[in-house]
Nanobody, 121 residues
Framework: QVQLVESGGGLVQAGGSLRLSCAAS????????MGWHRQAPGRQRELVAL???????TYTDSVKGRFTISRDNAGNTGYLQMNSLKPEDTAVYYC???????????????WGQGTQVTVSS
């Protein structure tokens, strides 16, 4: 089993910055990809950013140039650096990871519990 724990959310004024962390623990052989998603009230959950084991990154258009996704060297902790935050970035942010628990097995998808980010105008 794998657990993902997010941290770093909070209240910030527009234009400010926050750094979210996602720590993965448990039976982990490798993490194929880690992603950050968000869900605002009344809206569908959306993918914000994704990073693969090879370091390739993708971003939704609304955060390009403002958000940066990264992983530590061990690969089990992911980060989302959020700069120039806007009120429309307000949402619950979730971490996800595609985890291979042992050699020759397919990855499973796991989610964290979410962390609230609120940007005031």
């Amino acid at each position: 089993q794998v657990q993902l724990v997010e941290s770093g959310g909070g209240l910030v004024q527009a234009g400010g910055s926050l750094r979210l962390s996602c720590a993965a623990s448990g039976t982990i052989f490798s993490i194929v990809a880690m992603g950050w998603h968000r869900q605002a009230p009344g809206r569908q959950r959306e993918l914000v950013a994704l990073i693969t084991s090879g370091g390739r990154t993708t971003y939704t258009d609304s955060v390009k140039g403002r958000f940066t996704i990264s992983r530590d060297n061990a690969g089990n902790t992911g980060y989302l650096q959020m700069n120039s935050l806007k009120p429309e970035d307000t949402a619950v942010y979730y971490c996800s990871a595609d985890v291979v628990s042992s050699r020759y097995t397919a990855p499973n998808n796991y989610w964290g519990q979410g962390t609230q980010v609120t940007v005031s105008s």
